[in-house]
T-cell receptor, first 111, second 114 residues
Framework: GDSVTQMEGPVTLSEEAFLTINCTYT??????LFWYVQYPGEGLQLLLK?????DKGSNKGFEATYRKETTSFHLEKGSVQVSDSAVYFC??????????FGTGTKLQVIP | DTAVSQTPKYLVTQMGNDKSIKCEQN?????MYWYKQDSKKFLKIMFS???????INETVPNRFSPKSPDKAHLNLHINSLELGDSAVYFC?????????????FGPGTRLLVL
């Protein structure tokens, strides 16, 4: 079945540091890939997505590129802010009507 | 206006009780979901309804019963609550767009079973 593996957290960075959160997946066919973010006390919300190989999703300074050859969708941001502190979920949607989420990576940004 | 709303936000109850959580979406979406998030933030799908019809039913104890009176509402009833049911329950909705569809989540219901 489909699966998503993302790096364990928590990840602690200083403000303005570079962020990478790794995500790899296993799926049959050609899934769409997503990053969702969950701020403290809230539900998840879509951060960005990519629907085919080599697509780059971007939003709020975050980027991720759909790499079919390495089955990866790593999340990056050049300069994090305290307000980026949240839990980040990598997810995929394949041919079935179900989204598979990774286990989440907690990011803490300190001033 | 809240796109996906859930009530109650917090629910504290005793083992063995029966409780319900309600969800409503005003986005006009066809599909709604229930997820369970445990204390380690692991998110697991429980149920999905499309136009009031059950389409996903993961391995969930039959103490959990979803009900969709119309496509804007998906409620979750839990019988004989157990300690292990303590978690955050999220409702979500989406409009069928194939693989590209985005899910919209509610704020969650924090259930604590004592």
């Amino acid at each position: 079945g489909d699966s998503v593996t993302q790096m364990e957290g928590p990840v602690t960075l200083s403000e303005e540091a570079f962020l990478t959160i790794n995500c790899t997946y296993t799926a049959t066919g050609y899934p769409s890939l997503f990053w969702y973010v969950q701020y403290p006390g809230e539900g998840l919300q879509l951060l960005l997505k990519a629907t085919k190989a080599d697509d780059k999703g971007s939003n709020k300074g975050f980027e991720a590129t759909y790499r079919k050859e390495t089955t990866s969708f790593h999340l990056e941001k050049g300069s994090v802010q305290v307000s980026d502190s949240a839990v980040y979920f990598c997810a995929l949607r394949g041919g079935y009507q179900k989204v598979t989420f990774g286990t989440g990576t907690k990011l803490q940004v300190i001033p | 206006d809240t796109a996906v709303s859930q009530t109650p936000k917090y629910l504290v109850t005793q083992m063995g009780n029966d409780k319900s959580i309600k969800c409503e979406q005003n986005l006009g979406h066809d599909t709604m979901y229930w997820y369970k998030q445990d204390s380690k933030k692991f998110l697991k799908i429980m149920f999905s309804y499309n136009n009031k019809e059950l389409i996903i039913n993961e391995t969930v104890p039959n103490r959990f019963s979803p009900k969709s009176p119309d496509k804007a509402h998906l409620n979750l009833h839990i019988n004989s609550l157990e300690l292990g049911d303590s978690a955050v329950y999220f409702c979500a909705s989406s409009q069928e767009q194939g693989r590209a569809e985005t899910q919209y989540f509610g704020p969650g219901t924090r259930l604590l079973v004592l």
